[in-house]
C-alpha cells in the first residue's frame, strides 16, 4: 500500500492547476445512462471514483472512451471520456461494486427513467456515518415507483412509466436530488423537487441534462422544476472546477504561508470558505484565471464554523480547516452537522501534537505553537487530506499511510503540491 511523506515547514509558491470536479464527474457520467447517444464529458479529473465508476456503467452496457493524450503534455488538462449507453444490457447494480463507490446508488433514478425497472444494492454505511439512502426512496416512489427490499437490494418498478410529481425533501441530500432530477428528466409531466441540493454540482449535471434535451429550471436553488420529456440526446459538456480541491489548497497555502495561484478556480464555488479564511487572516484575491491565496509571516486567527449544505461551508472541507486551526492562535470551534462520524482525523491530528476536544457534533480546537511530524493513518477522502495539511505545518517528517482513499478524489496530490515547494513524495510499497 502506497504511502506519503512529506517534510513540513516550506512556504508554498506558485501555481496548481485545479480540476474538475469529482462530485459533478460523477453524476455526468450516470447520466450517461439516460440517452442511447453519446456523452461527452470534458475536464474529468483522473481518479480512482472516476475508474471504478466507469466499471460499474460498463455492467450496465455502458461503452467508455477515454481521449488517450493529455493535452500540452504538462499533464494538467482533465481527461475527455465518451459515453455511450446504446443499450442497456443489466438494470442490477451489484453490491460487489455498490459498496465500494456510494455515489454508483445513484445510477437507480436514470435505469428507471430508461428501463423502467432496476435492482440496485444499498450501499450500507461507511466511514463517515450510516449515509441511509431514505430520501432517494421516497423522491422515486413520488414518481410512480414500487420499491421493495429483497437480500440487501432495492428492487424497484415503474410499471407504467414515470410520472411527474411533488417531491419535498424533509433533509437536503446531494445525491436523493440528483436521483430524483435524472428520473425525472424522462418522466410523463411535471416534477417539483422542493428543499432541493443547491450544491453547484446539481446546477452542472442539469446543465448537461438540458443539453441532452432535458427542461430543468431551478437547479442550484432549493426549488427544482422538470417538465419530463420522452427522450434524451447527446452533449458535450465541461466539468466544473472542483471547489473542495479549491479550498484543499487554499488552506495548504494558508498552512505554510506563501503565494499560490490557484488556476481555474471559481469563488462563486465558495463563498463561505472565502469569508472564513479571509476572517482567519488569508489573503485571497479572484481574477478571471482564477484565485490567488496569499499569506505572510502573521499569524492565524481562530474562527466559529459550522458546515451547512451549499451555500454555507462544506462538510468536505471540515477536516481540512480544523487541520489548519490547530495552529490558529486560540480557539477554533467547529460544528459538523451534515455527518454524524466525521471527525476521525482528530485522533490523528492528536499524534502531530494538536489539541482538539470533541463532544458530540462540536470540536473544539486550541491552536498550538507548533506540530511534530509523526506515522497517521487516513481514514476517509477528506480526512487524509487534513493529515497532508497538517504534515505540512508541522516540524519534521509525516508519513500518511493507506493513501488509496486520497486518490480517490484528488489527483496528483504531490506533484502539485510539491510544484509548490512542498517537500512531498509517495512511498511505494
Ligand atoms: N441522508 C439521509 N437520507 C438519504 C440521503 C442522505 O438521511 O436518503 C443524509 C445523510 O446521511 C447525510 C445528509 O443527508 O447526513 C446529507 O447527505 P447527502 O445525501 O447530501 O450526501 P451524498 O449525496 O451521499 C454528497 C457528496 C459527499 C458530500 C455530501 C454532502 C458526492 C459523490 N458525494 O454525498 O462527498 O459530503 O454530498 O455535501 O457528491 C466526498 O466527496 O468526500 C463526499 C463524501
Known amino acids: 500500500m502506497d504511502r506519503i511523506r512529506i ?49 460499474i456503467l460498463r455492467n450496465h452496457g455502458v461503452d467508455t472512451a477515454v481521449d488517450g493524450k493529455r493535452a500540452n503534455g504538462n499533464g494538467h488538462q482533465g481527461d475527455t471520456l465518451h459515453l455511450t449507453a446504446r443499450d442497456i444490457v443489466d438494470t442490477t447494480a451489484p453490491y460487489d461494486l455498490v459498496r465500494r463507490m456510494r455515489a454508483s446508488f445513484w445510477v437507480l433514478g436514470p435505469l428507471l427513467a430508461r428501463e423502467g425497472k432496476a435492482r440496485v444494492s ?11 439512502v431514505d430520501l432517494h426512496l421516497t423522491g422515486l416512489q413520488a414518481l410512480g415507483v414500487d420499491i421493495d427490499l429483497d437480500g440487501g437490494y432495492v428492487v424497484a418498478k415503474a410499471r407504467n412509466g414515470l410520472r411527474g410529481g411533488i417531491v419535498n425533501f424533509p433533509k437536503v441530500s446531494v445525491g436523493a436530488t440528483h436521483n430524483v432530477m435524472m428520473a425525472a428528466a424522462l418522466a410523463k409531466g411535471e416534477t417539483v423537487i422542493e428543499n432541493a441540493a443547491c450544491e453547484p454540482e446539481v446546477a452542472d449535471v442539469a446543465s448537461c441534462l438540458n443539453k441532452m434535451g ?4 431551478g437547479a442550484g436553488t432549493s426549488t427544482i422544476t422538470i417538465q419530463g420529456v420522452d427522450h434524451l440526446e447527446g ?40 469569508d472564513v479564511l479571509r476572517e482567519a487572516g488569508v489573503e485571497i484575491s479572484e481574477t478571471n484565471r482564477g484565485l490567488r491565496i496569499a499569506r505572510n509571516g502573521s499569524g492565524l486567527n481562530p474562527v466559529t464554523v459550522t458546515t451547512a449544505p451549499f451555500p454555507g461551508f462544506p462538510t468536505d472541507l471540515q477536516a481540512q480547516l480544523m487541520a489548519l486551526m490547530c495552529r490558529a492562535e486560540g480557539l477554533s470551534v467547529i460544528r459538523e452537522t451534515i455527518f454524524e462520524n466525521r471527525f476521525m482525523h482528530v485522533q490523528e491530528l492528536a499524534r502531530l501534537g494538536a489539541d482538539i476536544a ?5 470540536a473544539k480546537v486550541r491552536g498550538v505553537a507548533s506540530l511534530r511530524g509523526a506515522e497517521v493513518m487516513a481514514t476517509d477522502l477528506r480526512a487524509s ?34 510544484s509548490c515547494g512542498a517537500q512531498i513524495e509517495r512511498l511505494h510499497s
Not at 358 to 362: K, Q
Open 235 to 274: 452533449a458535450t459538456h465541461t466539468v466544473l472546477p472542483d471547489r473542495i480541491e479549491t479550498g484543499t489548497y487554499a488552506m495548504a497555502v494558508a498552512a505554510t504561508g506563501g503565494d499560490v495561484y490557484l488556476e481555474g478556480a471559481r469563488a462563486d464555488l465558495l463563498p463561505a470558505v472565502i
Open 122 to 132: 444499498l450501499p450500507g454505511g461507511c466511514a463517515i456515518g450510516t449515509r441511509p
Open 7 to 55: 517534510t513540513g515547514g516550506q512556504h508554498l509558491h506558485g501555481t496548481i492547476p485545479i480540476s474538475g470536479a469529482k462530485n459533478a464527474a460523477l453524476p455526468l457520467m450516470i447520466a450517461s445512462l439516460l440517452t442511447s447517444d453519446t456523452i461527452t464529458l470534458k475536464n474529468v479529473p483522473n481518479l480512482a471514483d472516476v475508474s471504478l465508476l466507469i466499471r
Open 214 to 217: 432535458a427542461k430543468i429550471e
Open 358 to 362: 470533541v463532544t458530540g457534533e462540536m
Open 385 to 418: 487530506v487534513s493529515l497532508v495539511i497538517a504534515g505540512l505545518m508541522a516540524e519534521g517528517d509525516t508519513t500518511v499511510n493507506r493513501v488509496y482513499h486520497l486518490d480517490r478524489g484528488f489527483e496528483r496530490l504531490e506533484e502539485k503540491l510539491g
